[in-house]
Nanobody, 124 residues
Framework: QVQLVESGGGLVQAGASLRVSCKAS????????MAWFRRAPGKEREFVAG????????QYADSVKGRFTISRDNAKNTIDLQMSNLQPEDTAVYYC?????????????????WGQGTQVTVSS
């Protein structure tokens, strides 16, 4: 059983940068592909970025390519999402998720473990 705890959200102005982090416990972290999803007000939860077990592959939503970077540290059981040039449309609750295996997928139902989320708000 993997527990995930996000941190690092907050309120920033458009154009700013922010990093959110996720700490995992209770499992063998390197067995899991990890991802970030987000849910904006009134919208469905959507895939943002994913990274496979040892960080060899990453995948991003088109809306964040070139602005967001996902990384992981298997020694610390953490993943980070570095976000730059944030825009109001990036406002959402950001969730960390874990999938047992080595393939990055974008479907929420494939991820068996989720954190509680951290709020990111971008003002214009």
């Amino acid at each position: 059983q993997v527990q995930l705890v996000e941190s690092g959200g907050g309120l920033v102005q458009a154009g700013a940068s922010l990093r959110v982090s996720c700490k995992a416990s209770g499992g063998t972290f390197s067995m899991y592909t990890m991802a970030w999803f987000r849910r904006a007000p009134g919208k469905e939860r959507e895939f943002v970025a994913g990274i496979n077990r040892f960080g060899a592959y990453t995948q991003y939503a088109d809306s964040v390519k070139g602005r967001f970077t996902i990384s992981r540290d298997n020694a610390k059981n953490t993943i980070d999402l570095q976000m730059s040039n944030l825009q109001p449309e990036d406002t959402a609750v950001y969730y960390c998720a874990a999938l047992l295996g080595n393939i990055i997928v974008t479907y929420t139902h494939r991820y068996g473990y989720w954190g509680q989320g951290t709020q990111v708000t971008v003002s214009s």
